[in-house]
């Protein structure tokens, strides 16, 4: 077993141009960053210090220009796009800000299509596992409440019942409190923290709010991390 | 959850919208398969009953005035020719058969047909075992006055076996026509019905006609105070003969030699109908089917435009969807199932809505041109166009899950 299989994330000199302002580029660049099996990482920094762009390189929505990205020890720059798909449905599970739940779904179908696209139950456990991870989250009475009529705060739980479906090994949350009352964020980052652990699951989570960073184990600053470079073009 | 049931959910997510692109294909497929229907019945109708008779030997006029007026009822006769000329015409050893066929009043616009029972022991040509004209109930004409009607006749009118009914002068129902109250006619049998123009006819003996317009002709002339004339068989008249041949390939010939003959003429009823087909009913289905291809043509923009907006508009889910582990070839398929589906919905509802309708509209074709419809056959060509409509739906939703295919999720996730 190499190194890199025990790690959940490993970033390796990863470089990024994420487009240009005037006659800048604008360029993303982080040499090493890694999250370790079962570890639970708070991922910091103001608007725009690269935050999301990481949990978009790791999840292999987006592919570095030059570098490497391995989650549980698969090089993430070697998969074709559907392996790439198949892969990130199978391995990681994501919650949002902004939920990006399917509002033409209710809460079990919405975590059913996960299930459903990252292959890793047969088909005829998809209810059964969708029922106890939608109770497991409090909403036991909700599982056919469409998106659009449940709260905030359900909604939410609905993300985090659908990321946690499929037993990834990387949970990916991008700001999942930024968007609700501070006694519901409470809430679910406690929710997100306690079912990474019964999932046995690493969590690379972004916010905000140092008080919720702080408690989880590890906190990564990403203005420390991630350099952006502004290269100046000359013209003649 | 499979992706045929996720189309079908994002389909109805959309109610307003879905159900406009469906009606717009529904309508499509309903006149096509109207139009193919219609012109599938009026060509074997039309056509099938022409193929009964080789020729029809009339006066001279309009050769598609005498098939008309003779096999379908339906056209003003050409005029008469001597009874003699019938019976040189049975005498001629390639005739298989020959009937008589006077005509000139109506019961309710129904037409009354003086002829001999020689008409209804012929042989259907399309099922040589079967008769071409069949009793439901009662029997054929025996004596003069006695009548046999039509299916639709009795249906429409009421008359049943036993009843008595005068004929009015003229082949329409026009208003001041002189009804020959003198000359009942009784109801001795009713034909089965056969989708063919006999369902709109009465049928009597020939010397019942004879014998109504000799009267009249007597009464015309007291009027007039000319002197009576002296009844002759030379001034027996029929409207027109119908012939079947022993041998079809001498059609042309007899045709030919009787239009030698001064005072007649004969028409081949196929070819005659060929002709009315090509020049006027083929046209105007080419017309209709324009239209439906134009209509379903604009259904199927209509599905692109819809879906594009639709996707477009999901471009979020369907972001969702890969970050979920959906590959780009299944959200493809996925854009390209709600194409399938709101085409193969148009398409059924389309067939049913044209079907029923021809099931519906079928007593009124039966009444109105005798002809039956088989309104729920379909047949090669109505299933090829319906599948050209299905391939062009699919195609319709090529683009826009062309579009969805193409696009990064990542643009349209949301982001800190």
New interface residues.
């Given amino acids: 077993m190499t190194a890199s299989t025990r790690l959940a994330v490993e970033v390796q000199d990863c470089r990024l141009r994420l487009g240009s302002v005037s006659a800048e580029d604008i360029v993303f660049q982080l040499s090493e960053f890694r999250v370790g099996q079962d570890e639970q990482v708070a991922l910091t920094g103001p608007s725009g210090c690269g935050k999301s762009t990481l949990l978009n390189l790791v999840a292999g929505l987006r592919k570095p220009d030059t570098g490497e990205i391995n989650v549980q020890g698969t090089d993430l720059g070697r998969l074709s796009p559907s392996s790439l798909d198949t892969f990130r449905g199978r391995t990681m599970g994501f919650i949002f800000q902004s939920f990006n739940l399917l509002d033409t779904f209710s809460a079990l179908e919405n975590v059913m299509i996960g299930m459903r696209f990252g292959r890793a139950y047969p088909s005829a456990k998809y209810k059964e596992r969708a029922v106890a991870l939608l109770e497991r989250v409090g909403l036991q009475r909700r599982l056919h409440i469409r998106p659009t009529r449940l709260s905030v705060g359900e909604r939410q739980r609905v993300a985090i019942a659908r990321a946690i479906a499929n037993q990834p090994a990387l949970l990916l949350a991008d700001e999942p409190t930024g968007a609700l009352d501070p006694a519901t964020a409470s809430e679910v980052f406690m929710l997100i923290r306690d079912v990474c652990q019964e999932e046995k699951c690493a969590l690379l989570l972004v916010t905000h709010d140092l008080s919720l960073a702080t408690q989880l184990p590890r906190q990564v600053d990403c203005l420390n991390l991630v350099k952006h470079i502004a290269k100046i073009e000359v013209t003649s | ?1 499979s992706l045929w049931r ?1 189309a079908w ?2 389909l109805w ?1 959309r109610t307003f919208v879905t159900v406009l692109t469906v009606t717009g294909i529904v309508l499509g497929a309903a006149l096509i398969v109207t139009v193919l229907t219609l012109q599938r019945e009026s060509e074997t109708g039309f056509m099938s009953e022409g193929g009964q008779y080789d020729l029809v030997v009339g006066a001279k006029g309009s050769p598609l005035q005498l098939v008309l007026s003779s096999i379908y009822h339906l056209d003003i006769p050409t005029g008469n020719i001597p009874y003699a000329r019938f019976e040189t015409l049975t005498k001629d050893a390639r005739i298989a058969s020959a009937v008589p066929l006077g005509l000139g009043d109506n019961y309710h616009g129904y037409r009354i047909v003086g002829t001999d029972t020689n008409l209804f022991s012929l042989a259907d040509r399309r099922d040589p075992k079967k008769h071409l004209y069949n009793l439901a109930e009662g029997v054929l004409f025996q004596n003069d006055f006695e009548a046999v009607i039509g299916a639709q006749v009795a249906r429409q009118t009421g008359l049943k076996i036993g009843d008595s009914f005068v004929g009015t002068h003229g082949l329409v129902i026009t208003p001041g026509s002189s009804e020959h109250r003198a000359f009942p006619y009784k109801v001795v049998g009713v034909l089965s019905p056969s989708g063919s123009s006999s369902d709109n006819a009465i049928y009597i003996t020939l010397p019942s006609v004879w014998r109504i317009h000799e009267k009249e002709v007597e009464t015309h002339r007291q009027i007039a105070g000319v002197a009576p004339k002296a009844a002759s068989t030379n001034d027996l008249e029929v409207t027109a003969v119908l012939l079947r041949l022993k041998t079809i390939g001498l059609r042309l010939l007899m045709s030919q030699e009787i239009q030698k003959q001064t005072e007649s003429m004969a028409a081949i009823p196929v070819n005659e109908m060929l002709r009315l087909y090509q020049q006027v009913l083929q046209p105007m289905q080419r017309c209709l089917l324009a239209v439906a291809a134009l209509v379903v043509i604009v259904s199927a923009l209509s599905i692109t435009a819809t879906l594009y907006q639709a996707a477009e508009r999901r471009r ?2 369907l972001a ?11 959200i493809f398929t996925l854009v390209v199932l709600e194409a399938l589906l709101v085409t193969l919905l148009g398409l059924a509802a389309g067939w049913l809505l044209g079907h029923g309708g021809l099931a519906l509209a079928n007593p009124y074709f039966r009444d109105s041109l005798g002809i039956s419809l088989s309104p729920w056959t379909t047949d090669r060509i109505e299933i090829v166009s319906l599948g050209l409509v299905a391939i062009g739906g699919l195609l319709a939703g090529i683009l826009p899950a062309v579009q969805a295919y193409r696009r ?3 643009t349209d ?4």
């Avoid at chain 2, 969702?320 to 299944?330: K, S, T, W």
């Fill in positions: 959850m996720m959910r994002y997510g979020h889910d969702v969807l890969r970050a979920l582990g959906a590959h780009p070839r299944e990064e999720p990542v996730l949301s982001s800190t």
